[in-house]
T-cell receptor, first 113, second 114 residues
Framework: NAGVTQTPKFRILKIGQSMTLQCTQDMNHNYMYWYRQDPGMGLKLIYYSVGAGITDKGEVPNGYNVSRSTTEDFPLRLELAAPSQTSVYFC????????????FGSGTRLTVV | AQSVTQPDIHITVSEGASLELRCNYSYGATPYLFWYVQSPGQGLQLLLKYFSGDTLVQGIKGFEAEFKRSQSSFNLRKPSVHWSDAAEYFCAVGFTGGGNKLTFGTGTQLKVEL
């Protein structure tokens, strides 16, 4: 059981470039989340989804977009990358069978130069 | 809006000593409370959670936490710390409904001296 899989693990982007961070879960969880983690700031919610076809903004959505076409996949799109988007990004999922405890992926470390 | 405060940024304890990590929350209703641990370069792993009932909850790796409504606290404890417990610990508060979103504290970095 793979849990939550994130790719890539590391990426360097130039200012203005775009990329998609991939997230896949195999636990049939309906809820999925994207967080960013910055030193001393904890985790901030970017976007979340309560099921396929439904997404909503979190605390820090500017500069990002998401889609949820299937239960398994929840990609995060960065358009026109900026240095402020340098961070570690975590995808997480949960569902009723997990008593709402999140399962996290191992993260993507993104640097924008 | 809900919020979580972890007042200790860094804590150092000796191996074998007891540990208490503090967590205070702000939320208008009965919260759902969680503790997660993050080892270097890894994602977060759930240690324990409180939904309702017994205010002392047991988790993995010998950790426990106590919910004190009067103090709006959910402190994490371990009677005897092992060197492998060195990591960053995050407290989180959430509620069912509204996407089951969690609000995380800023974390406490635990160092264990041998």
């Amino acid at each position: 059981n793979a849990g939550v899989t994130q790719t890539p693990k590391f990426r360097i982007l130039k200012i203005g470039q775009s990329m998609t961070l991939q997230c896949t879960q195999d636990m049939n969880h309906n809820y999925m989340y994207w967080y960013r983690q910055d030193p001393g700031m904890g985790l901030k919610l970017i976007y979340y989804s309560v099921g396929a076809g439904i997404t909503d903004k979190g605390e820090v959505p500017n500069g990002y977009n998401v889609s949820r076409s299937t239960t398994e996949d929840f990609p995060l799109r960065l358009e026109l990358a900026a240095p402020s988007q340098t961070s570690v990004y975590f995808c997480a999922s949960t569902g009723p069978d997990s008593n709402y405890g999140y399962t996290f992926g191992s993260g993507t470390r993104l640097t924008v130069v | 809006a809900q919020s979580v405060t972890q007042p200790d940024i860094h804590i150092t304890v000796s191996e074998g000593a007891s540990l208490e990590l503090r967590c205070n929350y702000s939320y208008g209703a009965t919260p759902y409370l969680f503790w997660y641990v993050q080892s270097p370069g890894q994602g977060l792993q759930l240690l324990l959670k409180y939904f309702s009932g017994d205010t002392l909850v047991q988790g993995i790796k010998g950790f426990e936490a106590e919910f004190k409504r009067s103090q709006s606290s959910f402190n994490l404890r371990k009677p005897s710390v092992h060197w492998s417990d060195a990591a960053e610990y995050f407290c989180a508060v959430g509620f069912t409904g509204g996407g089951n979103k969690l609000t995380f504290g800023t974390g406490t970095q635990l160092k264990v001296e041998l």
